[in-house]
């Protein structure tokens, strides 16, 4: 699937956060079920290989726990907040979804090693090239998702550190 990556140019935070809405939510929310299932079968149907990734299925089970509540912290607090022009008590709810990016970082990472950076190995049935595939584009999404909301979208409504001084 081609999926583009490219932000809407805009100054328009509501414009922002419609374009992370249906480009990143929605895709996290189909990319991770079918990643799931295939990795299942990848794991029972290879489960003597060597190569075979034990605890894939569990790992992007644990991952799609934690971004779904993500998201929904996103859309039913975050969000509204910035789509009405921001709040004083949005940079709380940034922060604990800053830490939280973090987090899905330190999770792809597992992901990454648990699949040779999705590099399936030589020999590998359709299933197991289409699921690495499905993990790199899951990877480049979220990395892409995460960048869009800490670079651009999150500083919009966040003291800087000029007016944090000058509030000291």
């Keep these: 699937l081609e999926r ?4 809407p140019v805009t100054e328009s935070p509501e414009v922002m ?10 895709v996290h929310r189909e990319q991770l079920p079918e990643l799931i299932r295939m990795a299942r079968r990848v794991e029972a ?3 003597d290989s060597p190569d075979v990734p034990h605890g894939l ?3 992007l089970e644990i991952m799609e726990a934690e971004l779904l509540d993500h998201m929904d912290k996103e ?3 975050l969000f509204p907040m910035l789509q009405a022009g921001g709040h004083p008590q949005a940079a709380d709810p940034i922060h604990v979804l800053r830490e939280e990016h973090t987090g899905h970082g330190q999770m792809l990472e597992r992901l990454m090693a648990l699949t040779g950076d999705a590099t399936p190995p030589q020999g590998a049935c359709n299933t197991w ?4 595939a499905g993990i790199a584009q899951l990877s480049d999404d979220l990395i892409n998702h995460i960048h869009l909301e800490n670079n651009l979208l999150f500083p919009r409504f966040e003291p800087s550190a000029e007016t944090q001084a000058v509030a000291a």
Aim: hydrophobic share 35%.
């Design 57 to 59: 299925a569990e790992h």
């Design 75 to 77: 859309e039913q607090v």
């Design 17 to 26: 956060i419609d374009h992370i809405l249906a480009r990143y939510h929605a």
């Design 129 to 132: 090239r289409a699921l690495y």
């Design 4 to 7: 583009s990556s490219e932000t």
């Design 45 to 47: 149907v290879h489960r």
